[in-house]
């Protein structure tokens, strides 16, 4: 069973910059894509970015479009998200998770990590 895990959630104030890392415990064929969902207090999940594991395209959500960038590091079995210009609004625990399709539900991924809190003040 592959597990994820995050790292590199914090305070910054806005228009700051974070990275998240996401690493695999090992690395399966059934991967296809992996991606970073949040979550807000009081609001349900919402999709940030996907990646396709092993030719790298991408696809985010508008709100975050121009701002994060996801990458992977296939040698490492790792995934990042790089966030700059943050906004109080993405204030949320960001989650990632790992499915066999590309997709944008929650309900699409299996494997999911334990979360890590970003926080921006305004």
């Known amino acids: 069973q592959v597990q994820l895990v995050e790292s590199g959630g914090g305070l910054v104030q806005a228009g700051g910059s974070l990275r998240l890392s996401c690493a695999a415990s090992?690395?399966?064929?059934?991967?296809?894509?992996m991606a970073w969902f949040r979550q807000a207090p009081g609001k349900e999940r919402e999709f940030v970015a996907h990646?396709?594991?092993?030719?790298?395209?991408?696809y985010y959500a508008d709100s975050v479009k121009g701002r994060f960038t996801i990458s992977r590091d296939t040698s490492k079995n790792t995934v990042y998200l790089q966030m700059n210009s943050l906004k109080p609004e993405d204030t949320a625990i960001y989650y990632c998770?790992?499915?066999?399709?590309?997709?944008?539900?929650?309900?699409?991924?299996?494997?999911w990590g334990q979360g890590t809190q970003v926080t921006v003040s305004s």
């Open positions: 998770a790992a499915a066999g399709t590309v997709a944008v539900l929650p309900s699409s991924y299996s494997v």
């Open positions: 990646i396709i594991w092993s030719g790298g395209g991408t």
């Open positions: 090992v690395r399966t064929f059934s991967t296809y894509a």
